[in-house]
Each structure stands twice: as structure tokens, then as C-alpha cells.
């Protein structure tokens, strides 16, 4: 096999996948503005971000992601998940279904799992969030993490973020006792690869040996 | 999802001020149902007021009578240790709904006022009596397996989707609201109504009115008690069909019995025929087949839900059995 670097550029493709993001977001962002009213759309042609920004109403909002406290300003209908996602950067939390029914886009709020698409950003007013982002310590994985490879809970790996976070909350909860209990537990995240037997093992795995999570 | 105003208030009578103030308002507390209803362009508010810090979060005795804050969480009343022993129905009623996640942020209040999940009802692009008065009602001959069976009317075939509800209308809760007008206490049974010629209200609320909290009287429904929900996977769908049983037993004799049916009809369905039945009788599979019997009096399916015409008696005569085998 070759050698990491020779088989494969990293720089290149970090440059690549930032390109991908940046596009992703512009051009969703045009398709907002051609719903928009057209008095809206001139002013966004010349400078997208700003104008369409001033545009509508912005709340301001005192929130902690992940450790660190961030000022913001932020329309009413952005929901938790595309804040953490499009204003902080944080594209670990992801969206699924963005209606409630699949899970993937878990995160703790003040300790507790909740749905982040559910979620408006305005409404986190003070309050402490912590997403995929924030578990591990530098390099040091968080042990849910650390499971979830031993155990190869995933497949795909899309729900695998908001596995992992509704998992820790699961053992928090003391809803981890059996494994029928696990999955109970576990039933608002939906794995469409199946990987559902590994993942009840990895949970069941932390729970046993007792970490303080 | 449409741009919308927002406003927190911090007090039910503020609540209660800054909606009467705008008729385009609606208050938003756990927006696990209102959010999606938005993303979907069911609903369109111009302005949410934000009701999730009201201080009506508590749980607590008084009286001899369990109360309930609006506020409280899904998970919180679940979880809660007075709760547990003195009405376990709810408890388990709770747990079958949603997911963990959804418990977290649902209230006791929002729980209330969710709508149906009538696919008709959801998509903008088909007939609706509920979302758009006139239109019609999709269900009636269309895809209506999760339909109703009990109290429906031609212009409304849709289901009331809540778990909690179901116990609550077995355990003779009664809703606290603070109005414009007053305060109100309103037996649960009388909360939610019948689609007849108007299925656009859900439930007897006026305008400007709000929920800020339960209240359950003591009753002896400790341990004989079950919440049994059929669905299409195990865990994390709606109701085809649930029923809430609790018994009190005197060695086999049945002293006194609550049941009450979810995914059959436009409101929580006490079945008080059954129990009337029940009253007095022994314990026993024949005795609860009859009373199933009774208390699919008037039902009627629809095509795709006709199955639930046996699954609905099925489901009565297991949860009961399950209760009274419990010790």
C-alpha cells in the first residue's frame, strides 16, 4: 500500500472540500434569494452576504458551543443546526431529514440530547451546546468515539454524529442497562446502512467499563 | 421556512397580552410539531412568542391531587419519581411516544396542542378540511390506513396522534388555562373535539387561551396498569392503534377499571361503555373480549384502515390482560 502522502494529496484535497463548501453555500444562498422579493435580489447581486443580511430581522443571541462563548446575530428561523453549521462552521452535526425524524443531527443542550433541526437558534438564548466537535481532547478521542471505531458502528458514517451524541446520553440517562433497553433508547437515531448490532455493542461496550462520560 | 418576528415573554399574563395584541401571533414552547408545520408551509405565523421560560415547570402533590406545570418536559414528567408511583399510566404513555431527543424538548402543554399527521394535512399540494377549510378531505377515499375509526365525520377522517393524551384522558385529568376572559378548568375528555362540519379545531381552546397546567386526581391505579401501542416498527412511530388500561383489582374482582384508545379517533377515546361493563366482573380473557366487543360499538373503516377493526379489539383485550397480570 502506499504511504499516505504519495497515494493521496491531503492539501489538495482540503483545498477541494472547501471549495465544495463554498459553492454549496453560495449557491444555496441564491436559491433563497430567488424566492426573495426582487428589491431584495438587486441589493444581494452586488454584495451577497451583507445585504441580504440587513434584509431581515437579526436577534441577537448569547450562546456556548463547544466550549467557547459566541456573540451572534441571527435571524428567527434559523434553526440550531443550520447556525452551528453555516454561522460556527461546525458541519459535524448533520443534517438528515431536518424534519424530526431521523436523529442525525443530535446535539447536547445544557446536558440534555435534543434534535438541533427542531431547534431555533434564538430560543438557545444563554444556553451551553455541545456537538460532535467537542468531545474529543486534542487527539485524545472521547471513549464513545474510541467504541464506535473498535466496534465499527457505522457504515456510511452520516448518522454516525448524532449516534454518538444521543449514545452518551443514553449512558447519562441510565437508559443503557440492557441491550434491549439500548435500543429503546437509541430508536430516535435511524442508521439507513443497518449498522444498528455494532452500535448497541459500542454503547453497551462504554457503559461497561464504567468512564466517566 | 417563511421569516417570522420573535418575542420572549417571561409570565403567562405577558403571554397571554402579546398574543391578544397580534392575530397573526402563535406562542412556540418545546416547536417539536409547530417548526415542522412551518418548514412544511402548513403553517405560516408571522410572529412567535416564546413561551419555554414561563415558570410552569413544576411537578408536585397538593391536595391529594397531582400537578403538572404546561412547561414541564416530556422527559421530566416521564422520569419523575412521584410520577412514577402514583401514575404510572402516564409514565409508560410517554415513553412510547417520540424518541428520546423529541421528550427533551416536547412540554406537557405543546403535547396537548399538536395536530395530526395526516398526510393530507402535511402536504400543501392536496385537499385538506383542517388546513384549508372547503378544500376537502383527502383521507376519506384516499390513503387512509392510519385513519380513523371512532367520531369522524365526512369532512375529517384524521387521528389525534398524542400518547400522553391517552393516559390522561383514562386518568380524568383536567386542563388549567388562563385566559383574556378568565381562568378555565376543562375536563380532559372535553379538551380535544370531534372533526363534525369543523375539523380546523382540534380542540375547545379559544383564541388567546393558555394551557399552564394538569391536574390528576388521586385515583388507585398504582400497579395494574398498561399502555400498549401498535405500530409499524417497535419503537419511534405513531400509534396504529394504543390503549391505556388500568385496573384495581380486589384479589380477581375487577373493583374498578379506566380505558382509553389512541390512533382511532379525532380525540383521545375513553371507552366508558367497556368499563361500565367491567365494573364488578372477574378478571379474565372472555370478560375482556366482551367488553372489546362493547367498545367497538359504531366503529367503521374507511378501506386501507379497515384492519384496525380487529387489531383495536385485540389490542383492548392484551392490555388488559397484561395489567391484571401484573404484581
Known amino acids: 500500500m502506499a504511504t499516505k502522502g504519495s497515494y493521496h494529496d491531503q492539501s489538495d484535497d482540503k483545498a477541494a472540500n472547501e471549495g465544495r463548501r463554498k459553492f454549496l453555500k453560495q449557491s444555496s444562498l441564491l436559491t433563497a434569494l430567488a424566492v426573495a422579493p426582487t428589491h431584495l435580489v438587486k441589493a444581494a447581486e452586488s454584495e451577497i452576504d451583507e445585504k441580504a443580511a440587513a434584509y431581515f430581522e437579526q436577534v441577537p443571541l448569547s450562546i456556548e458551543v463547544n466550549g467557547a462563548h459566541h456573540k451572534l446575530s441571527v435571524e428567527p428561523r434559523v434553526t440550531l443546526l443550520d447556525l452551528l453549521r453555516e454561522q460556527l462552521a461546525l458541519s459535524g452535526t448533520k443534517k438528515g431529514c431536518d424534519h424530526g425524524q431521523c436523529g442525525a443531527c443530535t446535539v447536547h443542550v445544557n446536558g440534555k440530547r435534543v434534535l438541533s433541526c427542531m431547534s431555533l437558534a434564538v430560543m438557545q438564548e444563554g444556553k451551553k451546546v455541545t456537538t460532535i466537535e467537542g468531545l474529543a481532547d486534542g487527539d485524545r478521542l472521547h471513549p464513545m468515539q474510541e467504541a464506535f471505531i473498535k466496534h465499527d458502528g457505522f457504515q456510511c458514517g452520516y448518522c454516525t454524529p448524532g449516534q454518538i451524541m444521543s449514545g452518551i446520553a443514553c449512558i447519562r440517562e441510565g437508559h443503557a442497562n440492557s441491550e434491549d433497553e439500548i435500543r429503546e433508547y437509541m430508536s430516535g437515531n435511524i442508521c439507513r446502512c443497518g449498522a444498528y448490532p455494532n452500535i448497541v455493542k459500542a454503547i453497551a461496550d462504554v457503559k461497561k467499563g464504567g468512564q466517566q462520560l | ?327
Open chain 2, 1 to 327: 421556512m417563511i421569516n417570522f418576528d420573535y418575542l420572549r415573554v417571561s409570565t403567562p399574563k405577558a403571554a397571554i397580552e402579546a398574543l391578544s395584541r397580534d392575530s397573526n401571533a402563535q406562542w412556540i414552547a418545546g416547536g417539536t410539531n409547530l417548526i415542522d408545520l412551518m418548514k412544511k408551509g402548513v403553517m405560516a405565523p408571522q410572529k412567535l412568542i416564546d413561551i419555554s421560560n414561563l415558570p410552569l415547570k413544576e411537578i408536585k402533590k397538593e391536595g391529594g391531587k397531582i400537578h403538572i406545570g404546561a412547561m414541564a418536559l416530556n422527559s421530566d414528567v416521564a422520569e419523575n419519581e412521584l410520577i412514577q408511583k402514583e401514575q404510572p399510566l402516564l409514565c409508560l404513555a410517554l415513553k412510547a411516544g417520540a424518541s428520546q431527543q423529541l421528550r427533551n424538548m416536547a412540554t406537557v402543554g405543546g403535547n396537548m396542542m399538536q395536530r395530526t399527521r395526516c398526510p393530507y394535512f402535511y402536504n400543501t399540494d392536496l385537499p385538506c378540511n383542517k388546513r384549508q377549510p372547503g378544500s376537502g378531505c383527502g383521507a376519506l377515499k384516499g390513503f387512509n390506513r392510519m385513519h380513523a375509526i371512532f367520531g369522524a365525520s365526512d369532512k375529517c377522517i384524521a387521528v389525534h396522534p398524542s400518547d400522553m393524551c391517552i393516559a390522561l384522558v383514562a386518568l380524568d385529568a383536567v386542563v388549567l388555562v388562563n385566559g383574556p376572559k378568565g381562568d378555565r378548568r376543562i375536563p380532559f375528555s372535553d379538551f380535544h373535539r370531534l372533526p363534525g362540519e369543523t375539523p380546523q379545531k382540534d380542540n375547545t381552546l379559544d383564541r388567546g387561551e393558555l394551557i399552564i397546567g394538569l391536574e390528576i386526581p388521586d385515583n388507585p391505579y398504582k400497579k395494574n396498569v398498561h399502555y400498549l401501542k401498535v405500530r409499524d416498527r417497535s419503537s419511534y412511530a405513531f400509534a396504529l392503534v394504543s390503549v391505556a388500561a388500568a385496573l384495581d383489582l380486589q384479589g380477581n374482582s375487577i373493583n374498578d377499571v379506566r380505558l382509553a384508545m389512541g390512533g382511532v379517533a379525532h380525540k383521545p377515546w375513553r371507552l366508558s361503555e367497556a368499563e361500565a361493563f367491567l365494573k364488578g366482573k372477574n378478571a379474565s380473557e372472555p370478560v375482556f373480549r366482551e367488553a372489546a366487543q362493547l367498545a367497538m360499538r359504531g366503529a367503521k373503516g374507511y378501506g386501507q384502515n379497515n384492519f384496525k377493526l380487529k387489531l383495536a379489539p385485540n389490542t383492548i383485550v392484551e392490555a388488559l390482560k397484561t395489567a391484571a397480570a401484573k404484581s
